[in-house]
């Protein structure tokens, strides 16, 4: 969603914010702007659309400034157009604001500054803030600008990250955060502003995390950092792993596809110093004091969305087959907004890629209102979901930047699995004999999804043929279930085609209906326990028409005859399959999108991180 990019220092501001922007642009958005400060004053310059159109709108123009902020917005109050895109200059242009976020009580300050005459050009809750910075800094002797951000956001109800400049002061930045990222980099005489550290990471590995509740008032050389009630804190530096290379192309067309490519490497790395099949140990260094909760758990409720939330469903079936603890998957935006039971002995385990999803924090907070111990599956390490949780293990799958998520899913069931074979061995509800099966077939697991990957071309070619149906249904049973909710969720997010994914025999419960010659179905019919009934469902299927893509296992003979199309996948143990079965249909839905000519990597209306609700 929006993205925040700003500097002061030495340098030349706005190349330094547009290539930040442009490293924002897989976060979902659709418009773009800059606010520089030079002699000339305080200069906001905006587009709708991409930031390329906001560079053409800058070609020529005098931009030489050491001070600037920039901000790529996803429309939430009023369409994207050039008016609601940010900066919002104040009514009396003293100041200019960025926002990331919803103020929910600004229609109420609306309200109140309209009655003092103020209007408004913009439909924008960012500019009502922006606004009532302005007037409550006017109105009350001696505060300073940034007394006035701190009592203007004590008024505030709802999320927001903020950047706000001034022409009064022109060498300093004011920020501030409640629920909403912002990351503070660290250079020699010069400061990055950033709503996560990819515009920042060229530049210095030493970040700031700035707090919910604090504000950052920042020059050239120096950073401060307060509450809203004007405590000073002491902000602390952290060294950023991530490098350069992670967030680039790499030679690929697109991220997806490089992302969809790194799943052998991202694997391993979410197994990293976790899985040790030699010495036949598991260590999960971020759960270590709470296994045993873990273990005498009676139940555990798993909190997700999208992908996240598939791939708690599939460590639904690995808790309950291996551990024999009854789980419940919950989508955080729902959990949310009931009065869930949370009795004690239960665990939470909250799940997310970015860590920064609103309605997974909100559910999170819910939780632990009601006294639940919550664990957090995060990739993006110091994420605002990461922190609120009272341990938990990192995925490791490195930075995705293609909106679809595809490393980020293998590498949340790659860790999942790994806490529940730990919690069932030490239950002993596995016997030693399967524990190490287990451990040292999840450690053949990226050479097998590597092999996967060998049927690149062939998937290509499948795609081809399929590239302008209107419709697609994905059937699994078993843990291949929620691998066919993820199947059908990739084609539709980029390529927008209509696809549903079912548990393959509730197809004849309703879905059957759809069958007929135009109806591509793929079936997920891996040689596993369900193997069988699959296969009786695929000849349902036949028997309307449908046309059949089977995802099977290698050596299997039966299929070929009876199915349009196969693509071969390895065997391995049940509990593992979906890391391997979802790797096919990632490239499908790749391939179809980029026939389709989409955009795979920013597919319209979606965003990367989902910080409002
Ligand atoms: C799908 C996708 C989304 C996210 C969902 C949760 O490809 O990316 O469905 O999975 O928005 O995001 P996180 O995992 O960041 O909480």
């Given at each position: 969603m929006c993205g925040i990019v700003a500097y002061v220092g030495q340098q030349d501001a706005a190349p330094i914010i547009i290539k930040g922007l442009k490293r924002l642009e897989y976060r979902g958005y659709d418009s773009a702007g800059v606010a520089l400060q030079n002699q000339a004053g305080l200069s906001v310059f905006k587009k709708k659309g991409k930031v390329a159109a906001l560079e053409a709108e800058l070609a020529g123009r005098d931009l030489h400034a050491t001070i600037g902020m920039g901000h790529t917005r996803w429309a939430t109050h009023g369409e994207p157009n050039d008016v609601n895109a940010h900066p919002h200059y104040s009514f009396h242009r003293k100041l200019a604001i960025i926002h990331n976020g919803i103020i929910e009580n600004y229609a109420t300050i609306k309200q109140a500054l309209l009655k003092k005459g103020h209007s408004f050009q913009s439909?924008?809750?960012?500019?009502?803030?922006?606004?009532?910075?302005?007037?409550?800094?006017?109105?009350?002797?001696?505060?300073?600008l940034e007394d006035a951000v701190r009592l203007a956001l004590r008024e505030v109800?709802?999320?927001?990250?903020?950047?706000?400049?001034?022409?009064?002061?022109?060498?300093?930045?004011?920020?501030?955060?409640?629920?909403?990222?912002?990351?503070?980099?660290?250079?020699?005489?010069?400061?990055?502003?950033?709503?996560?550290?990819?515009?920042?990471?060229?530049?210095t590995k030493d970040v700031i995390y700035l707090n919910d509740y604090e504000v950052a008032v920042i020059t050239n050389d120096e950073l401060r950092v307060t509450t809203l009630d004007n405590t000073l804190t002491t902000p602390y530096v952290h060294k950023i792993e991530l490098e350069l290379e992670a967030i680039e192309k790499g030679g690929y067309d697109h991220f997806m596809l490089k992302e969809i490519?790194?799943?052998?490497?991202?694997?391993?790395?979410s197994m990293r110093g976790r899985v040790l099949a030699d010495a036949g140990t598991i260590q999960l260094g971020g759960l270590r004091d709470y296994m045993d909760q873990l273990a005498r758990s009676e139940r555990i409720i798993i909190l997700g969305c999208g992908t996240s939330w598939h791939a708690g469903l599939v460590a639904e079936y690995l808790f309950e087959e291996l551990?024999?603890?009854?789980?419940?998957?919950?989508?955080?935006?729902?959990?949310?907004?009931?009065?869930?039971?949370i009795n004690e002995g239960d665990?939470?385990?909250?799940?997310?890629?970015?860590?920064?999803?609103?309605?997974?924090?909100?559910?999170?907070?819910?939780?632990?209102?009601?006294?639940?111990?919550?664990?957090?599956?995060?990739?993006?390490?110091?994420?605002?979901?990461?922190?609120?949780?009272?341990?938990?293990?990192y995925t490791h799958a490195?930075?995705?930047?293609?909106?679809?998520?595809?490393?980020?899913?293998?590498?949340?069931?790659?860790?999942?699995?790994?806490?529940?074979?730990?919690?069932?061995?030490?239950?002993?509800?596995?016997?030693?004999?399967?524990?190490?099966?287990?451990?040292?077939?999840?450690?053949?697991?990226?050479?097998?999804?590597?092999?996967?990957?060998?049927?690149?071309?062939?998937?290509?070619?499948?795609?081809?043929?399929?590239?302008?149906?209107?419709?697609?249904?994905?059937?699994?049973?078993?843990?291949?279930?929620?691998?066919?909710?993820?199947?059908?969720?990739?084609?539709?997010?980029?390529?927008?085609?209509?696809?549903?994914?079912?548990?393959?025999?509730?197809?004849?419960?309703?879905?059957?209906?759809?069958?007929?010659?135009?109806?591509?179905?793929?079936?997920?019919?891996?040689?596993?326990?369900?193997?069988?009934?699959?296969?009786?469902?695929?000849q349902e299927v036949k028997a309307r028409k449908g046309r059949v893509i089977a995802i099977t296992t290698e050596g299997d003979t039966n299929l070929p005859d009876m199915v349009d199309f196969t693509i071969e996948i390895p065997k391995v143990h049940d509990v593992l399959m979906p890391l391997i079965s979802v790797v096919p249909?990632?490239?499908?839905?790749?391939?179809?999108?980029?026939?389709?000519?989409?955009?795979?990597?920013?597919?319209?209306?979606?965003?990367?991180s989902v910080t409002v609700e």
């Amino acid at each position: 969603m929006c993205g925040i990019v700003a500097y002061v220092g030495q340098q030349d501001a706005a190349p330094i914010i547009i290539k930040g922007l442009k490293r924002l642009e897989y976060r979902g958005y659709d418009s773009a702007g800059v606010a520089l400060q030079n002699q000339a004053g305080l200069s906001v310059f905006k587009k709708k659309g991409k930031v390329a159109a906001l560079e053409a709108e800058l070609a020529g123009r005098d931009l030489h400034a050491t001070i600037g902020m920039g901000h790529t917005r996803w429309a939430t109050h009023g369409e994207p157009n050039d008016v609601n895109a940010h900066p919002h200059y104040s009514f009396h242009r003293k100041l200019a604001i960025i926002h990331n976020g919803i103020i929910e009580n600004y229609a109420t300050i609306k309200q109140a500054l309209l009655k003092k005459g103020h209007s408004f050009q913009s439909e924008t809750d960012t500019e009502v803030l922006g606004q009532f910075i302005e007037d409550i800094w006017e109105n009350t002797p001696d505060a300073s600008l940034e007394d006035a951000v701190r009592l203007a956001l004590r008024e505030v109800v709802g999320a927001y990250a903020i950047v706000v400049m001034s022409e009064a002061d022109p060498t300093q930045l004011i920020a501030a955060r409640k629920g909403s990222p912002l990351v503070i980099g660290v250079g020699n005489g010069e400061y990055f502003l950033a709503s996560d550290a990819t515009p920042i990471v060229e530049y210095t590995k030493d970040v700031i995390y700035l707090n919910d509740y604090e504000v950052a008032v920042i020059t050239n050389d120096e950073l401060r950092v307060t509450t809203l009630d004007n405590t000073l804190t002491t902000p602390y530096v952290h060294k950023i792993e991530l490098e350069l290379e992670a967030i680039e192309k790499g030679g690929y067309d697109h991220f997806m596809l490089k992302e969809i490519f790194e799943q052998p490497r991202s694997i391993a790395d979410s197994m990293r110093g976790r899985v040790l099949a030699d010495a036949g140990t598991i260590q999960l260094g971020g759960l270590r004091d709470y296994m045993d909760q873990l273990a005498r758990s009676e139940r555990i409720i798993i909190l997700g969305c999208g992908t996240s939330w598939h791939a708690g469903l599939v460590a639904e079936y690995l808790f309950e087959e291996l551990a024999r603890i009854p789980v419940e998957v919950e989508y955080a935006s729902e959990f949310r907004y009931r009065n869930p039971i949370i009795n004690e002995g239960d665990i939470v385990i909250a799940i997310s890629q970015s860590g920064e999803t609103a309605d997974t924090l909100a559910a999170i907070e819910l939780a632990k209102s009601k006294g639940a111990t919550i664990f957090g599956v995060c990739n993006v390490v110091g994420s605002s979901i990461a922190r609120a949780t009272d341990a938990g293990a990192y995925t490791h799958a490195g930075p995705e930047i293609g909106v679809a998520s595809t490393k980020a899913f293998t590498a949340q069931v790659t860790v999942l699995t790994i806490m529940a074979i730990a919690t069932a061995h030490r239950k002993g509800t596995i016997t030693d004999a399967l524990f190490r099966q287990l451990l040292v077939e999840l450690e053949g697991i990226p050479d097998k999804v590597a092999k996967v990957l060998e049927s690149a071309q062939k998937i290509r070619d499948i795609a081809y043929i399929f590239t302008y149906a209107r419709n697609f249904i994905y059937l699994g049973r078993g843990m291949n279930f929620p691998v066919a909710l993820e199947g059908a969720l990739k084609l539709k997010e980029i390529s927008y085609i209509h696809a549903e994914g079912y548990p393959a025999a509730e197809m004849k419960h309703g879905p059957i209906a759809l069958i007929d010659e135009d109806m591509p179905v793929v079936v997920i019919a891996t040689k596993d326990g369900s193997y069988e009934k699959v296969v009786s469902n695929i000849q349902e299927v036949k028997a309307r028409k449908g046309r059949v893509i089977a995802i099977t296992t290698e050596g299997d003979t039966n299929l070929p005859d009876m199915v349009d199309f196969t693509i071969e996948i390895p065997k391995v143990h049940d509990v593992l399959m979906p890391l391997i079965s979802v790797v096919p249909l990632q490239l499908l839905a790749y391939d179809i999108a980029v026939m389709r000519g989409r955009n795979v990597d920013q597919p319209r209306n979606l965003a990367k991180s989902v910080t409002v609700e």
